[in-house]
Nanobody
Framework: QVQLVETGGRLVQAGGSLRLSCAASGRTFRDYTMAWFRQSAGKEREFVAGINWYGDDKYIASSVKGRFTIYRINAENTLFLQMNSLKLEDTAVYYC???????????????????WGQGTQVTVYS
């Protein structure tokens, strides 16, 4: 099984940028479709962005489209989430998730992913 560790979360002012990383180990990274989810206090975990195993098919949730970008570097076993123009409502714990290679980048259900990182906190302030 793959193990996932997210890093990069911190306190950031609204309008700023942040890049999250998710380092994978334990199994071949390119065997997985990957995604970012987030969960804010009192809310359900929600899909943010997904990417297929090769990196050429991506899907971004409408709430962050135009501001967030997902990409991966398979040679480095790392998934990234570039977040620009951050808003207060982007405050959340961000999780990376791994699912079977067969699922598309548009898979938004949590149940489609069977491996999760521990999460990294992003806090946006005004």
């Amino acid at each position: 099984q793959v193990q996932l560790v997210e890093t990069g979360g911190r306190l950031v002012q609204a309008g700023g940028s942040l890049r999250l990383s998710c380092a994978a180990s334990g199994r071949t990274f390119r065997d997985y479709t990957m995604a970012w989810f987030r969960q804010s206090a009192g809310k359900e975990r929600e899909f943010v962005a997904g990417i297929n195993w090769y990196g050429d098919d991506k899907y971004i949730a409408s709430s962050v489209k135009g501001r967030f970008t997902i990409y991966r570097i398979n040679a480095e076993n790392t998934l990234f989430l570039q977040m620009n123009s951050l808003k207060l409502e982007d405050t959340a714990v961000y999780y990376c998730a791994a699912g079977p290679k067969s699922i598309p980048a548009t898979s938004q259900n949590k149940e489609s992913y069977d491996r999760w990182g521990q999460g990294t906190q992003v806090t946006v302030y005004s």
